[in-house]
């Protein structure tokens, strides 16, 4: 009984890590979201804005930075998932999208976003590109 809700927890956790991710990109006006962890390097979440690419303080100002660290491979698995990517393949390159909606200020935008599944040598890596409001 205790490893389900174990899972639950971690399930909803995940849910809102990757939803202050997404959140971050729109705030910093980004339209890119690069999400990259290697067992050398760590964990790199960056966000292409007006051409470049940086982190940003306000995600780690929002969610821990260790935090992150600990659970970005199930943060990646739910990027995967809403892609409708195979999330079990690890060696091949996969495409996919979603929508996401922001509700902001009293009213509702809907995003496309586009995500990309890239394998490295030591990991794996993300890139959502941020297409403009639907609705």
Same mark, same amino acid.
């Given at each position: ?12 956790? /995940? ?7 997404? +959140? /971050? ?40 930075? +260790? ?5 970005? /491979? ?50 794996? /890596? ?10």
């Amino acid at each position: 009984m205790l490893s389900i809700i174990k899972i639950v927890f971690l399930s909803k956790d /995940t849910v809102s890590y990757l939803n202050e991710i997404v +959140k /971050t990109g729109f705030k910093e006006r980004a339209s890119d979201i690069h999400v990259k962890f290697d067992l050398l390097e760590g964990m790199e979440i960056k966000y292409r804005v007006d051409g470049y690419l940086k982190e940003s303080q306000k995600l780690y100002e929002a969610v821990n930075r +260790k935090v992150l660290e600990k659970n970005i /491979t199930e943060i990646i698995a739910r990027m995967k998932i809403l892609a409708g990517m195979n999330v079990a393949e690890k060696r091949k390159p996969q495409d996919g999208s979603f929508s996401f909606l922001l509700n902001a200020k009293n009213t509702n935008k809907r995003y496309d976003i586009r995500a990309a599944y890239m394998p490295t040598a030591g990991g794996e /890596t993300m890139v959502l590109r941020i297409f403009g409001k639907i609705i």
